[in-house]
């Protein structure tokens, strides 16, 4: 079975502070991605990166930045945490598929909190 | 950008009724497909359906597909009491790359049992 791990399911930080969200998956899963999930706003791309090092913006990137030096490795980081980036974070990865969108396989969440 | 919206928003069913949920998109896609979500977890995949397919079946699930009127649908049939969650659309669009997917907002189904 496809695993897709992250790092905290919870986690409280506050205001100001650097945090790192660590995502990993055991499938070689060339795409990886980071979406955040609201209330009422469903899921929203962040970042996404089909290969190491390679990265592209997904629709909400202002406020994140992201990490992929190893394959099985996705990172996501808050520079500067604020209030407004309180969500759950949800990290996937997917084949690169042929022509197509392959199944995209899901880690459990990080619910993060800044206060 | 919202490429899906689903409809309804909430449902609520007895057990052992049918529950229907709909999606509307944008754009051309090359396929649609349809993840469950159960509260605070991650998304699970169910059922992947292709431009060029009308109608999918998996177990009790039946996932339709009208390309020309860019809507799908997903049903549930005899649902149960562990169908509670929250379910979502994904389209792939056509002329993006990289596996990129566009969820919907999700129809959040609730069995009693």
């Known amino acids: 079975d496809v695993k897709v791990t992250q790092s905290s399911r919870y986690l409280v930080k506050r205001t100001g502070e650097k945090v790192f969200l660590e995502c990993v998956q055991d499938?070689?899963?060339?795409?990886m991605f980071w979406y955040r999930q609201d209330p009422g706003l469903g899921l929203r791309l962040i970042y996404f990166?089909?290969?190491?090092?390679?990265?592209e913006k997904g629709d909400i990137p202002e406020g994140y930045s992201v990490s992929r030096e190893k394959k099985e490795r996705f990172s996501l980081i808050l520079e500067s945490a604020s209030t407004n980036q309180t969500s759950m974070y949800l990290c996937?990865?997917?084949?690169?598929?042929?022509?197509?969108?392959?199944?995209?396989?899901f880690g459990p969440g990080t619910r993060l909190t800044v206060l | 950008s919202q490429q899906g919206e689903e409809d309804p928003q909430a449902l609520s069913i007895q057990e052992g009724e049918n529950a229907t949920m709909n999606c509307s998109y944008k754009t051309s896609i090359n396929n649609l497909q349809w993840y469950r979500q159960n509260s605070g977890r991650g998304l699970v995949h169910l059922i992947l359906i292709r431009s060029n397919e009308r109608e999918k079946h998996s177990g009790r699930l039946r996932v339709t597909l009208d390309t020309s009127k860019k809507s799908s649908s997903l049903l549930i049939t005899a649902s149960r009491a562990a169908d509670t969650a929250s379910y979502f659309c994904a389209t792939d669009e056509a002329g993006t790359s990289y596996g990129k997917l566009t969820f919907g907002q999700g129809t959040i189904l609730t069995v009693h049992p």
């Open positions: 990166s089909y290969d190491v090092k390679m990265k």
């Open positions: 996937a990865s997917s084949f690169l598929g042929r022509g197509s969108t392959d199944t995209q396989y």
């Open positions: 499938m070689d899963h060339e795409n």
